[in-house]
Structures are given as structure tokens and as C-alpha cells.
């Protein structure tokens, strides 16, 4: 493994233990050029995933590209970070066991509303205004009277 900071080869694994949720093997790592030390994870893959986007073009899933977006829109919320990491465990099986190689982002992008919906109110209005491109304030106004109202899809 890498150092992210000095680029040497030379780390060396510290501790070693499974994750809350033991979907994961979490790594601490020292590098023996810099000295530094950094945290890995180690996770099962069952298959490789390509995203299909609006425009048709085709990508590789990139989990941290999903753990970025919705660390977006939790940003400065009160959301433990396990919940936001079981969350996104979650997403990442149920596309990895639903069969299909390709996953059009559409997917992708209705489940983690879900999943945000069911941890964080604030995050969830975030990310849909991203997912759902948002134009004006009203359209903030409809979203939210649909949330309140139960009609939300």
C-alpha cells in the first residue's frame, strides 16, 4: 500500500479489526519512510459495476465518488458517521446483488434519497435539489410541500 503522503511503498499494517457493521476490514497503517499514519479499508467486491449517465455515457462505480456526494449533503449535520457508512453499505450491496452489470445513475441517485430520507431530513432536501436540478425557490417550495404532505416519491 501507498503512503498518501510521501508516496513510499514501505507501510506496514499496525491494527488490524472488522467494522461495526463487518462488511469491511479496517486497516491502520504506518509508513516506515515518513512515518505518517493512515487508515485503510478493505471490502468485499462481488462484481464490477458500470454507471450508465443521463447522456448515455458509461463510467466505473466509484464508491468514494458516493461517499463524497452524500457526505455533501450531510455536511454539518447531526449524522453519525457509522449510520452514513451503513447507509452507503447498503446502496453499494444492493446494486453489487441486483444482477445487473450496468446501474443507470437515475438508480443510483433514487436510492441514496431514500437512504438520506431515512437519516437526515436537511441532507435529504440537499441532495435532491443537486439530483433533481433544482432551478428557483419555488421549486425548494414544492419539494418541501410534497415531504410534508407524505407525497414525496
Do not use: H, W
Not at 84 to 110: A, T
Amino acid at each position: 500500500m501507498r503512503c498518501p503522503f510521501c508516496n513510499s511503498e514501505e507501510t506496514q499494517v499496525k491494527d488490524s479489526r472488522p467494522t461495526e457493521d463487518n462488511t469491511a476490514i479496517r486497516r491502520r497503517r504506518a509508513c516506515m519512510a515518513c512515518g505518517a499514519r493512515f487508515t485503510t479499508f478493505e471490502r468485499v467486491q462481488l462484481r464490477e459495476l458500470t454507471v450508465v449517465k443521463k447522456n448515455g455515457q458509461r463510467s466505473p462505480f466509484e464508491r468514494e465518488k458516493l461517499e463524497r456526494s452524500v457526505t455533501i449533503a450531510t455536511r454539518k449535520r447531526p449524522v453519525d458517521a457509522d449510520k452514513i457508512d451503513r447507509m452507503i453499505n447498503g446502496i453499494v450491496r444492493q446494486l453489487e446483488s441486483s444482477g445487473d452489470q450496468e446501474v443507470p445513475s437515475d438508480k443510483i441517485g433514487e436510492l441514496v434519497m431514500e437512504g438520506l430520507a431515512n437519516v437526515d431530513s436537511v441532507a435529504y432536501v440537499r441532495f435532491a435539489s443537486v439530483y433533481r436540478e433544482f432551478r428557483e425557490a419555488k421549486d425548494f417550495e414544492e419539494f418541501i410541500g410534497e415531504l410534508q404532505s407524505g407525497v414525496s416519491e
